[in-house]
């Protein structure tokens, strides 16, 4: 007769940790932490009294140097054994370099202010173009043109058109050839004329010459120039009652405005 028995299963054995140690490392995770918390804080707090100490040790070093300026003053030098000649040179050479801090701060802040201030120049001149042969004068493009700034332009080859109100000198030369036989010929008319955005054409300044009847024929010249007012967008141009008798030579006919 054969026995048989059951063996008692075995035991599972846990492979975690124990709690024990679970709860040490939590704990020295928490220290650590507040250790490097309290190491930060702490530099912080270090730093800032190193630079108060240092702050205080500059304004006692001040206050040292000021109470041997007063005993140099009062002549109890030799008895603090100070050298007095030498503190006085050095206050005098402190003094100096602030005077010329100041100075060269005041030159920056005036050529700032100025350099502000400044408006850009405005001026303009332009000579005949040959091929005008209308009584309002064309202008060349090319040759001695000038335009200072992009606040005046050349519109249509005919009129400077200025982008900034205020004074300007305007001026005109129209170079003409007289020459004509008969004696009761009308006179040759040179106008300087504005047109304003606001206002309708008008003649600022005019001039009138003669014709000679001598042969070949005379250059003569007739100048305009004046000091005007002008608004945003106005235009400048220059009319004549004969285009054909105009000389375009080189500085004979010129026109051109310069802001004040």
């Known amino acids: 007769m054969i026995e048989t028995y059951s063996q008692p299963s075995p035991r599972s054995v846990t492979t975690g940790p124990p709690a024990s140690m679970k709860i040490f490392m939590y704990l020295l995770t928490i220290f650590l932490i507040t250790q490097m918390i309290g190491s930060a804080l702490f530099a912080v707090y270090l730093h800032r009294k190193l630079d108060k100490i240092e702050d205080e040790m500059n304004l006692h070093e001040d206050y040292v140097f000021i109470k041997k300026i007063q005993k140099c003053s009062k002549g109890k030098g030799s008895l603090s054994l100070l050298n007095c000649e030498e503190i006085k040179s050095q206050l005098e050479d402190i003094v100096k370099k602030i005077i010329r801090n100041e100075e060269a701060n005041k030159k920056e802040k005036t050529f700032e202010m100025q350099k502000g201030d400044q408006e850009p120049q405005i001026a303009a001149h332009v000579i005949s173009d040959a091929s005008s042969k209308t009584s309002v004068l064309q202008w060349a493009e090319k040759g001695y043109y000038t335009m200072s700034t992009n606040l005046v332009e050349l519109k249509y080859k005919k009129q400077l058109t200025v982008q900034r109100p205020g004074l300007y000198y305007i001026y005109a030369q129209v170079t003409f050839c007289s020459n004509r036989e008969a004696p009761r010929q009308m006179p040759f008319v040179a106008s300087l004329c504005l047109k304003s955005p606001t206002e309708s054409e008008r003649i600022l300044l005019r001039a009138a010459s003669t014709h000679s009847n001598s042969k070949p024929c005379v250059q003569q010249s007739i100048h305009l120039g004046g000091v005007f007012e ?31």
Do not use: C, E, I, Y
């Open 230 to 260: 002008l608004q945003r967008d106005a235009s400048l141009f220059v009319n004549v009652t004969d285009p054909s008798q105009v000389s375009h030579g080189t500085g004979f006919t010129s026109f051109g405005l310069l802001k004040l």
